[in-house]
């Protein structure tokens, strides 16, 4: 069985022989590099802060790990 990183490297070589890598693959700059795992990791946070919060509408005890959370974010 093949994995997924040696089909996009066969097609990264058929894009090299054809000279259309623009159609598969963009350019990573330096957003893609050092912004996007924080960028994510935010995200993360703040999908279980709403989580939380949504819990707490339902009169669940989540006081400490709201704080925690927002501390974080």
Known sequence: MMGDAYLLWKLY?????????????????IV????????MKEKILCRNLQRIQNTLVIDVDTESNVKILKKIV
């Open 13 to 29: 070589e058929l894009s090299l022989v054809r000279n259309n890598t623009h159609r598969y693959f963009k350019l990573l700059t």
């Open 32 to 39: 893609d590099v050092e912004l996007r795992p924080f960028l």
